[in-house]
């Protein structure tokens, strides 16, 4: 199985300023198509996830442009620009190149 | 608007069986991959499940693998997950959600399993 790791696991951030978050894939995510299926979901306190970025670097419908997703290979970045007070949550990563999928662990992003 | 309505949830007790549903509205049931994830009290996600839009194709984790069973009947826009055998280790929030682009763009509310004797 792919193992998907995060970091950091925890982010606190002052309103405004930018945060990133790190995923790292065990192995690449590049299909034999040249596809790479790694997205990025975000979970605000009891509520079911939602998803943010789909294929590396494709923001979803209604998903603000604050939000970027970036990388390649073994290697994502989710990148927040300026970070709002609604943004706080758990982040996962998600691979879909290989089955089973599999989640990063989730990065916790706070407000100091 | 997508909607997915999920039930089913509950206590059960070690050894017992539940049927989760899942009825979706808003798009085309019938041409899109289906998925159930699942999420322990405080932990994160896992993908439990995958099922083709024909039925045809279903995938599992290991550790659901001979124990739960996905399916779907399209002329009622509906989505189940069959869980057999259940242990305290299966004690989580299942979500079914949808796919698009191997992304996942629309969730259920999400029910509880509890098995606990």
């Known amino acids: 199985d792919i193992v998907m790791t995060q970091t950091p696991l925890s982010s606190p951030v002052t309103l405004g300023q930018p945060a990133s978050i790190s995923c790292r894939s065990s192995q690449s995510l590049v299909d034999s198509d040249g596809n790479t299926f790694l997205s990025w979901l975000q979970q605000r306190p009891g509520q079911p996830p939602r998803l943010l970025i789909y294929?590396?670097?494709n923001r979803f419908s209604g998903v603000p442009d604050r939000f970027s997703g970036s990388g390649a290979g073994t290697d994502f970045t989710l990148k927040i620009s300026r970070v709002e007070a609604e943004d706080v949550g758990v982040y996962y990563c998600?691979?879909?190149?290989?089955?089973?999928?599999?989640f990063g662990q989730g990065t916790k992003v706070e407000i100091k | 608007e997508v909607q997915l309505v999920q039930s089913g949830g509950g206590l059960v007790q070690p050894g017992d069986s539940l049927r989760l549903s899942c009825v979706v509205s808003?798009?085309?049931?019938?041409?899109?991959?289906m998925t159930w994830v699942r999420q322990a009290p405080g932990k994160g996600l896992e993908w439990v499940a995958l099922?083709?839009?024909?039925?045809?194709?279903?995938f599992y984790v290991d550790s659901v693998k001979g124990r739960f069973i996905i399916s779907r009947d399209n002329s009622k826009n509906s989505l189940y997950l069959q869980l057999n055998s259940l242990g305290a280790e299966d004690t989580a929030t299942y979500y079914c959600a949808k796919d698009v682009e191997r992304g996942l763009d629309s969730w259920g509310q999400g029910v509880l399993v509890t098995v606990s004797s």
């Open positions: 808003g798009l085309t049931f019938s041409s899109r991959w």
């Open positions: 998600m691979q879909a190149t290989q089955r089973p999928w599999t």
């Open positions: 099922m083709s839009p024909d039925g045809g194709q279903k």
């Open positions: 294929r590396v670097s």
